[in-house]
């Protein structure tokens, strides 16, 4: 069957320089000389450390555990001793550390026992457990934990599989040598994912710019038969999850939306083949393939332990003079490392090491002349110059109102801008400023509710009292004035009526005072003794003598501090 | 900016081969008083002088209104309106990319409006001596009727569209060899020219084919129908796309990003209403083109079109709300 393909608006073609990192095989990198693991790597919650220092592990121990099922788990890419569980830097935009496990590897690579699941005879549900339990994320870069975009939606189970080998951005081939070199793995691992997902059609998206990838996957899945390889467009970002969605079934989700509500999913070429990976070998995901390339002297494709140190890992490709800096991820939605001292993640695709004479310094920004070119690149279709005067001028609610959250950061706008704009530049701005917002929002409104709640709560009390003393004052009075006046009227009518008669008040509040005076005399006599009274003479003497000390140490400190020498 | 100006530049050729060099003349004032209004208005502002200087807005304005301008009006009203059309309507507003108005048509409707005398004062086809230009632009020696004359729209709006009017559409355009066939001789070529220049723009994705479509498309329906109506009060379709500043209009100036509607609809529209605009100016109006009134006119209207005219969303389509194909 020949897939019916659909276009996607929008995009950019920029240089793919694919060529210089697929030149060789891809290449296992050294051991080095300290791991240091992140425990958050996917989305979701951060799993908890396992693990503490001075202890030893095993590759492929889990030293995270998922965080209820929103998360995956982590697990020590080697054996080794682990020396420190501690806050580091992360390999993000933000620069933020956060809780990592850092080991020194024994050089033995000690496996944990791995147990080899045969995965027809296991049920859907087991299978995603255990891909939860083996720390499978989304390898394209996202890191969303695959077992949740296996759960079937409200909408029903996911009869459409799309594994995404477009890999469109420029510079990267982890996924094009994965699929040359390891089809048959990959395709092992899709056919796990459809077992799991019980899909009725898997279509694998490959740009065909990767005339090898195409050949090698058209090749592993010849005998599975019903495995559709379907070369796309090289168009960036055709692999974008929502755009190879689009161009494979013609089926759009919007923002905020889970592909499943539409009966599709979509799984990186790398992810499957950590799936089979996880389940038919019992290796949970401890490693990927890495793209170095850029301005280095041995560009290639590594599989890397996570955890790596970048800067260990960049000797391998020997960055040239006049690198100044290096990006992970692409050129077009990568990010500038701050330092290369970071461990290698889940996330991390490439290391580009980027040079003046590559990526030239863009000229300076130049007012918006809303000349429509970033509409035009614009694969969400929105308006990215009206979302640019939105953001520009904080107004928030109208950039929310233009679509801004259906902004998937592509970066073709900023591309394609004559006036050198760092549009998602702006875009970043605004939606973080809006989350901060709500997240200000929601304390405030916490704050307002709690703050109400314990005014209500006082008001009540206060009623409260004043109710008991009225009862009480009500029954006292009644005690008194009752053997005169038995029907000296319920409480509630005292309140309301305070002078029945004058004289009565008068006596009834004489007895009152009189009551009161008894009560305190009563209280006074009561008094517990105080602590220095009834002494033997020893304790007395020396309570003297403790208060002659304080006396003197007083006057010690009236006196002005001698001048410092 | 710099491919506008190029694509400019087969019109331009036309134009000196027609009506003679004073037009390069014209040209250079305006790109002076451009160049030094946007200097020291950059200056003021506390600009990249240079930076902005080379972005070539101010030279696409300044020719811009050398070429909607007569080329025989007198140098001090093309300075002044270019400097006018700069300072006031593009810096003052917030400078490039700011400006609600089109500058150059500011600058053309202001001078109308006061000066309407001098801004009717077209050469005659032929009078191309190059000294006698120069003497009336820097008026030495004023127009003489020998040198000017009224052009093919002009001629229609006294003859035709004054209450005493008793002629007819072929019976102008006849009366005088030089308003030859189509849209006036000379203007004709000059039109063609600038369709060229349109064209190539378009080719390089410089503008989209809507406004261009759009101008000339609905100036031409409505001609057609009017006057197969009325075809000796109406001038025809052909007439009207290729006469005056429709086709200057529809790739040069209605196409502005800054000042016009963004959306692919928005622009239909924008350009629509402009042709509309432009028809009824001619056909009914005081002024004998109303290329220039129609696009300032939709200009004021381009933050509503714009707004009510927003494009759905990559999976947030109309009758497309479960996201199926």
């Keep these: ?565 | 900016m710099l491919k506008v100006l190029v694509a400019l530049l087969p019109g331009i050729a036309v134009y000196v081969w027609f009506f003679g060099a004073a037009i390069l003349v014209q040209i250079a004032l305006a790109s002076a008083a451009a160049l030094a209004g946007e200097a020291a208005m950059l200056r003021l502002r506390g600009k990249p002088v240079g930076l902005f200087l080379s972005d070539g807005s101010a030279l696409v304005t300044a020719w811009l209104i050398a070429l909607t301008f007569p080329p025989i009006t007198p140098w001090w009203l093309t300075v002044t309106a270019t400097l006018f059309a700069i300072v006031v309507a593009k810096h003052l507003y917030g400078g490039l990319g700011q400006n609600p108005f089109n500058p150059a048509m500011v600058a053309f409707c202001i001078s109308i409006i006061a000066f309407p005398a001098l801004m009717s004062q077209w050469p005659a086809v032929g009078f191309t001596d190059f000294t006698a230009q120069m003497a009336v632009v820097f008026q030495s020696q004023s127009a003489q009727d020998a040198v000017t004359m009224a052009t093919p729209l002009d001629a229609l709006r006294t003859q035709l569209h004054t209450p005493e009017a008793r002629a007819t559409v072929a019976g102008v355009l006849g009366s005088h060899a030089s308003f030859g066939n189509i849209g006036g001789k000379g203007w004709e070529w000059i039109a063609l020219a600038y369709l060229a220049g349109g064209l190539w723009l378009l080719q390089q994705r410089i503008i989209t084919w809507h406004v261009p479509v759009a101008f000339l498309g609905v100036l031409a329906l409505i001609a057609t129908g009017f006057s197969l109506a009325n075809p000796e009060r109406y001038a025809g379709p052909v007439f009207h796309v290729i006469t005056g500043g429709a086709m200057l209009g529809a790739f040069f100036i209605a196409t502005d990003p800054v000042s016009g509607a963004t959306t692919p609809r928005g622009k239909l529209i924008f350009a629509a209403g402009a042709a509309l605009l432009t028809w009824i100016i001619r056909s009914f109006g005081a002024y004998p083109d109303g290329m220039a009134f129609g696009v300032l006119l939709m200009n004021l209207c381009v933050p509503l079109i714009d707004m009510g005219t927003q494009p759905p969303v990559f999976g947030h389509k109309d009758g497309n709300k479960e996201g199926k194909p």
């Design chain 1, 1 to 565: 069957m020949i897939a019916t393909l659909f276009k996607f608006k929008g995009g950019v073609k920029p240089a793919s320089h694919k060529d210089e990192s697929t030149q060789a095989p891809i290449a296992r990198a050294p051991l080095p000389s300290r791991l240091v693991v992140p425990l958050r790597q996917s989305a979701g919650g951060t799993p908890q450390p396992l693990v503490a220092a001075g202890q030893k592990v095993l590759k492929g121990e889990r030293i995270g555990a998922p965080e209820g099922n929103f998360s995956a788990a982590i697990h020590a890419p080697t054996s080794g001793s682990v020396l420190a569980v501690e806050h580091r830097t992360l390999p993000h935009p933000s620069g933020l550390s956060a809780l990592c496990v850092v080991i020194e590897p024994d050089g033995e690579e000690r496996w944990i026992e791995r147990t080899p699941v045969s995965y027809a005879a296991e049920s859907p549900d087991a299978l995603r457990d255990l891909l939860r339990d083996s720390g499978i994320v989304g390898l394209g870069g996202a890191t969303f934990p695959s077992h949740l975009k296996l759960k079937p939606g409200a909408a029903g189970r996911i009869s459409t599989l799309i594994i995404n080998g477009a890999e469109c951005e420029p510079w990267i081939t982890c996924d094009d040598l994965l699929m040359r070199e390891r089809a048959g793995e990959i395709v092992r691992g899709i056919a796990i994912l459809r077992h799991i997902a019980s899909a009725d059609r898997v279509l694998v998206g490959i740009e065909d710019n990767k005339p090898q990838a195409i050949a090698a996957m058209l090749a592993a899945t010849a005998q599975s038969g019903d495995i559709e390889v379907v070369p796309v467009p090289a168009r960036y970002p055709a692999g974008g999850e929502k755009q190879l969605i689009r161009v494979l079934t013609g089926i759009e989700i919007p923002y905020g939306r889970f592909g499943t509500e539409f009966g599709v999913q979509c799984f990186n070429v790398g992810t499957a083949w950590s799936v089979h990976r996880a389940v038919e070998l019992g290796e949970p995901l401890v490693s990927r393939i890495v793209t170095l390339t850029g301005n280095v002297e041995r560009p290639g494709n590594f599989e890397v332990l996570i955890g790596t140190p970048i800067d260990e890992l960049l000797m391998l490709a020997a960055p040239k003079a006049g690198t100044d800096r290096f990006i992970m991820g692409g050129p077009m939605m990568g990010f500038t490392l701050a330092r290369t001292d970071l461990p290698v993640t889940k996330a991390a695709n490439c290391i580009l090491a980027a040079s003046p004479s590559l990526f030239p310094p863009q000229g300076p920004e130049m007012p918006c002349i809303r000349c429509g070119a970033c509409t035009r690149a614009c694969p969400a279709e929105l308006q990215p110059h009206e979302l640019y005067w939105f953001s520009r001028a904080k107004n928030f609610g109208k950039a929310q109102e233009y679509g801004i959250f259906d902004c998937i950061e592509c970066g073709c706008c900023a591309y394609v801008c004559p006036s050198n704009i760092r549009l998602v530049d702006y875009y970043r701005f605004a939606k973080t400023s809006m989350r901060a917002l709500e997240r200000e929002k929601a304390a405030s409104d916490a704050a307002r509710v709690r703050f109400e709640f314990r005014n209500q709560r006082e008001e009540r009390e206060k009623a409260e009292k004043t109710a008991r003393l009225a009862a009480k004052t009500a029954a006292a009075r009644q005690a008194i004035a009752g053997a005169g006046k038995p029907a000296a009227a319920a409480p509630a009518q005292v309140a309301a009526e305070p002078a029945p008669a004058l004289p009565q008040l008068d006596e009834a509040k004489k007895a009152l005072i009189a009551a009161a005076i008894e009560r305190a005399r009563a209280q006074k006599e009561g008094v517990q003794p105080k602590n220095i009274d009834n002494l033997t003479p020893e304790k007395q003497a020396e309570i003297r003598e403790i208060e002659a000390r304080r006396v003197k140490v007083r006057e010690i400190a009236k006196t002005p501090p001698e001048e410092p020498v």
